[in-house]
């Protein structure tokens, strides 16, 4: 099956830095990769959609300016925190979505981020 | 608006048992419905999924019927064992041509020996 690489797994920064996660498709393109945050026991909240070449769409209540979405090539995406409050503090997972139709979306392993 | 509602957790089963995880959605249209899991430490998995009504999705002993007429796609296993111990997290796909889920809040499921 098609394979999606998250890194770092975790991390683990001081307050006022930035943070920056990386999502990988390792053997597919991805023109469309999501980003999702999960609180504990909680269920996964989309932050936004990335999309290659393009600017990624953000879900209502989540601040572009604050995490900050780049997707430059067909298999990379990145999700960088800035200036990181330990309210940030979360695991954050990325799907990457397959050209088929309909397009299945696959998951990266995830990254524990601590911020102190 | 578009939701999935799972049943809380934890379940907590003696190996061997019948398994259920009940989830109920609300949605615009005609979801597709799915089941993934997710091992400590690791991301989602896909587990099954069904497109359309009265679809049956199975995959490893799991299985989960897609019911329009009570909105469910309800997660059932017949003999669990200590290696599912797991959250499973049930989502919808509201448009076919995107892989945007919207995601229960997951059940953690314990098999004890």
């Known amino acids: 099956g098609a394979v999606v690489s998250q890194h770092p797994s975790r991390v683990i920064c001081k307050s006022g830095t930035s943070v920056k996660i990386e999502c990988r498709s390792l053997?597919?393109?991805?023109?469309?990769m999501f980003w999702y945050r999960q609180f504990p026991k909680q269920s996964l909240m989309l932050m936004a959609t990335?999309?290659?070449?393009?600017?990624?769409?953000?879900e209502q209540g989540v601040e572009k300016d604050k995490f900050l979405i780049n997707h430059a090539s067909l298999t990379l995406s990145t999700l960088t925190v800035t200036s990181a409050h330990p309210e940030d503090s979360s695991f954050y997972i990325c799907s990457a979505q397959d050209s088929y139709n309909p397009p299945e979306a696959f998951f990266g392993q995830g990254t524990r981020l601590t911020v102190v | 608006g578009n939701s999935v509602t799972q049943m809380e957790g934890p379940v907590t089963l003696s190996e061997e048992a019948f398994l259920t995880i009940n989830c109920t959605y609300t949605a615009t249209g005609y979801p597709s419905l799915f089941w993934y899991v997710q091992y400590p430490g690791e991301g989602l998995q896909l587990l099954l999924k069904a497109t359309k009504a009265d679809d049956k999705g199975s995959n490893k002993g799991f299985e989960a019927t897609y019911r329009k007429e009570t909105t469910s796609f309800h997660l059932e296993k017949g003999s669990v064992q200590v290696s599912d111990s797991a959250v499973y997290f049930c989502a919808l796909r509201i448009a076919s041509n995107t892989g945007k889920l919207i995601f229960g809040q997951g059940t953690t499921l314990q098999v004890k020996p």
């Open positions: 053997d597919f393109q991805a023109t469309t």
């Open positions: 990335s999309n290659e070449g393009s600017k990624a769409t953000y």
